[in-house]
């Protein structure tokens, strides 16, 4: 299977299977449209348009790439031969916020359920679980997440230093990472996070307007002056360490590269801006009406990307646009994704465990416990053979082994099952990798 694409002055040949990316020209291109390589009658049409000679030449370029196992390549259908063991994990230090955010999964941060703060007990059983259960996995992690984490501060550097305090006895190293919306963001909490925290996630949605149509206070108010000076003193202060500023963009600013543009006007130079996934009803959700609009969005946000290269001061990163062609994950991996409930599990302030946060709330899918372990094994293993060659809509879909099926979660809520995904969020996916390859290329040769 391959997959063909142009964007601006470049031409792309996917070949899924082996991962391997073609940058091709224009002959080649038309050659393997509808296949027209094969076929005398459209093969002829060609030779009259690019001369007989070039023709013949990129046939043989096609040829030789079949031949030697980097065109047409053939599914390999990758059964598991991994034995899996927890290596990460989602502590939701709260279900409380500070914020009221209107898209919130999260139900602003109670989950739809009591609002209430995680122990320091509760969060240590869960250590003792993880480090148990990693198998002879050294490197761990541990996402501190809410609700807003930070309201639980203290409790947050009690864990960490025991979580220190584990990583001899057990032979492990754990990274610690947290997700902040930056209103409690002082000088104290900054200089913790930066020592601390492997990486950061700041919650801003771009512009004034934008942010604090749906990111406002408890009473109502936006959010955006009482947290932007916080999140830039922060930055000023993480030197070369990873941080995101992120964004969530909606049907109301669906020309979501402006606020791209004005988080980085701000000084921020890792930028992850994605798309809400609501149910169609809400009037901000992202519906299949506005793909066009936001792929031809995409185009533009490429364009700005590349532009940014030409000057060092002004270069950034975009989360999305960050591809690895070289490496990455084994072919199993890529196939059944993100490991939810096998390689990583979600914690509740009560200690229950979910597959991952966003199916937290739900009790169904209540896996165990930080007292008896994983107990669920019901839920554990309907997800675990889950995978993108057993996917009806995903096993012919070029982008299968760059998305892994796209998010558990979020085919279930939206569809009521695992196998079925979440259309609007697979077609910008499928956008967003077409671009990044672009980006690759444009800026590998601009070096």
């Known amino acids: ?11 792309f040949v996917i070949d899924t299977n082996s991962g391997l990316v073609h940058a091709a020209d224009e002959v080649i291109y038309d050659l ?7 076929y005398g009658d459209k093969v002829e049409l060609i030779k009259q348009k690019f001369g007989k000679e070039t023709t013949e030449e990129a046939i043989s370029e096609i040829n030789y790439l079949i031949v030697n196992d980097m065109l047409y390549t053939e599914d390999v259908n990758p059964q598991n031969k991994i034995k899996t063991a927890v290596k990460a994990m989602c502590l939701n230090m709260t279900h409380d916020c500070n914020l009221r955010c209107e898209y919130c999964f999260a139900s602003q941060g109670s989950y739809n359920g009591k609002r209430s703060f995680l122990s320091f007990e509760t969060g240590k059983r869960a250590f003792d679980f993880l480090v148990k259960n990693s198998g002879t996995r050294r490197n761990l992690e541990v996402d501190f997440f809410g609700g807003e984490p930070l309201m639980n501060f203290e409790t947050i550097k009690k864990l ?3 979580g220190r305090s584990l990583e001899k006895e057990y032979k492990k190293h754990f990274r610690f ?30 512009r004034k ?18 947290i932007v000076d916080n999140l830039r003193n922060f930055v000023s202060k993480r030197m070369d360490k990873d941080y995101f500023a992120r964004g969530t963009f909606t ?6 590269s402006q606020d791209v543009k004005h988080m980085r006007e701000l000084g921020f130079d890792k930028i992850s801006v994605e798309p809400v996934v609501a149910k169609p009803e809400e009037k901000y959700a992202l519906n299949e009406e ?21 000057d060092k001061d002004k270069r950034f990163q975009f989360f999305h646009f960050n591809i690895d062609l070289d490496g990455g994950p084994c072919i199993y991996k890529r196939s059944i994704g993100c490991g939810a409930g096998t390689e990583y599990i979600a914690v509740t302030p009560n200690g229950d465990f979910y597959p991952c946060h966003q199916f937290v709330g739900q009790e169904d899918f209540i896996i165990g416990n930080v007292d008896d372990g994983i107990t669920n094994d019901k839920i554990v293993d309907k997800i675990r053979k889950v995978s993108v060659n057993e996917k009806p809509v995903c096993k012919d879909c070029w982008a299968k082994y760059y998305c892994s099926g796209g998010c558990h979660a979020n085919a279930y809520n939206f569809n009521g099952d695992f196998n079925i995904p979440y259309k609007v969020g697979c077609e910008l996916e499928k956008k967003r990798i077409e671009c990044s390859i672009y980006i690759k290329a444009k800026i590998n040769n601009k070096e």
């Open 1 to 11: 299977m391959i997959h063909l694409f142009s964007l601006d002055d470049m031409y």
């Open 32 to 38: 393997l449209t509808d296949e027209n390589f094969k």
């Open 160 to 162: 960490v230093s025991y």
């Open 177 to 206: 990472t947290t997700t902040t919306n930056g209103v409690l963001l002082d000088d104290e909490k900054i200089d913790y996070l930066n020592e601390n925290m492997a990486n950061v996630v700041l919650s801003i949605d771009g």
């Open 209 to 226: 307007s934008v942010n604090d149509r749906m990111r406002r206070t408890v009473n109502g108010k936006g959010s955006y002056d009482i």
């Open 251 to 256: 049907s109301y600013n669906l020309d979501f």
């Open 290 to 310: 506005h793909l066009e609009v936001l792929k031809k969005e995409y185009e533009k946000l490429t364009k700005f990307y590349v532009d940014s290269y030409k």
